[in-house]
């Protein structure tokens, strides 16, 4: 597999509007996009660095995986996003053969319409990982 860059880091906050004013008043970034994904029970908010985004999330759910990797670890860095060259499904089946568990065996919509799959964190050091690719691209 082949990754471009790191397309975004995905970040758990309990409060959208709590958080963002750190990220624009503290850190300078400009909010241009506020989505929710419903599926995944969270509300997104984004800010561009380079070529890298900033990814907050803020679960709409007590029973969503953001309120629950909150009430476990606290607020902070929750995933890690790498744009893939060659497409999300070639990319999980390669590394589906080398060992690695996947949490989705096959692509989905995620937000700002990517297409992206998750690897288990038990497959990656701790570090809960997400393939993305922009099919517009
Ligand atoms: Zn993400």
Do not use: W
């Given at each position: ?8 880091l995905?970040?758990?906050v ?11 008043n ?7 996009a ?15 660095v ?48 080398k ?7 096959a ?31």
């Amino acid at each position: 597999m082949e990754l471009s860059h790191i397309e975004h880091l995905g970040i758990a906050v309990k409060s959208l509007e709590e958080a963002i004013p750190y990220y624009e008043n503290i850190l300078g970034l400009k909010c241009y996009a506020i989505e929710e994904v419903a599926d995944q029970k969270v509300k997104t908010a984004f800010f561009k660095v380079g070529q890298t985004k900033i990814e907050l999330l803020e679960s709409t759910s007590p029973e969503g995986t953001i309120a629950s990797f909150i009430e476990k670890r606290g607020e902070g860095i929750h995933h890690i996003a790498f744009a893939v060259k060659d497409g999300v499904q070639n990319a999980l089946t390669e590394v589906e053969g080398k060992g690695v568990r996947l949490i989705d065996k096959a692509p989905r919509k995620g937000a700002e319409g990517l297409n992206i799959a998750f690897l288990h964190p038990k497959s990656t050091q701790g570090v809960l990982t997400e393939l993305c690719e922009n099919p517009n691209e």
